[in-house]
């Protein structure tokens, strides 16, 4: 099974300020990997799809980077829903597996 | 608008099955293009997915859970189906139904509210 490491854990950032998260596969996963956010309580919610594309609505402030092993989830300017658990998830082997998660708080 | 909800009983007994339906609304199954899958959540925890069937009814399962796993679709309700055997404590968790684009390597482009199934005596 492919494993997704996702760091940091927890990631404290004020209002506005920008912010990155990072996602790591055991193996190479080549751009099959998508991000999701989840708010307390709710369904997750697709952002990025094929490492880089955004999902339909999504603001272009989140924009997703990385191949192979090593991806990034960049959120420009942090707007207050926007604080939320954000994982990731590589589509490339069975079975598919996510990462454990960052939560993003309010510093 | 496409929806996913999830139905089900809340509490299940060890040992007993647990049995979740996701009803669709806006997109007919039947007209394939995606497939559907089940994807949990223990409390405080990451995803798992679980499986997934397609509009003919073909299925792959998650190999740690293959064994206790049976999925099914029903295209004349427009629902599909988890039935999951031999439930533990483990498999309390929140249970989300979700659709991915039926291409070779997909992601999950639509999911269900989820449904929270607690395994206890």
């Known amino acids: 099974e492919t494993v997704m490491t996702q760091s940091p854990v927890t990631l404290s950032v004020s209002p506005g300020e920008g912010a990155t998260l990072s996602c790591r596969a055991s193996?190479?996963?080549?751009?099959?990997l998508a991000w999701y956010q989840q708010k307390h309580g709710q369904a997750p919610r697709l952002l990025i799809y094929?490492?880089?594309t955004r999902a339909t609505g999504i603001p272009a402030r989140f924009s997703g980077s990385g191949s192979g092993t090593e991806f990034t989830l960049t959120i420009s300017s942090l707007q207050s829903e926007d604080f939320a658990v954000y994982y990731c998830q590589q589509y490339y082997y069975w079975p598919q597996t996510f990462g454990g998660g960052t939560k993003v708080e309010i510093k | 608008q496409v929806q996913l909800q999830e139905s089900g009983p809340g509490l299940v007994k060890p040992s007993q099955t647990l049995s979740l339906t996701c009803t669709v609304s806006?997109?007919?199954?039947?007209?394939?293009?995606?497939?559907w899958s089940w994807i949990r959540q223990p409390a405080g925890r990451g995803l798992e997915w679980i499986g997934r069937v397609d509009a003919d009814g073909g299925t792959h399962q998650n190999p740690s859970l293959q064994s206790r796993v049976t999925l099914s679709v029903d295209t004349s309700k427009n629902q599909f189906s988890l039935i999951l055997s031999s439930v533990t404590a483990a498999d309390t968790a929140v249970y989300y139904c979700?659709?991915?684009?039926?291409?070779?390597?997909?992601?999950?482009?639509?999911w269900g509210q989820g449904s929270l199934v607690t395994v206890s005596t």
């Open positions: 094929g490492a880089s």
């Open positions: 193996q190479s996963v080549s751009s099959n």
């Open positions: 806006g997109v007919s199954i039947s007209n394939g293009g995606y497939y």
């Open positions: 979700a659709r991915a684009y039926n291409y070779d390597f997909t992601w999950f482009d639509l």
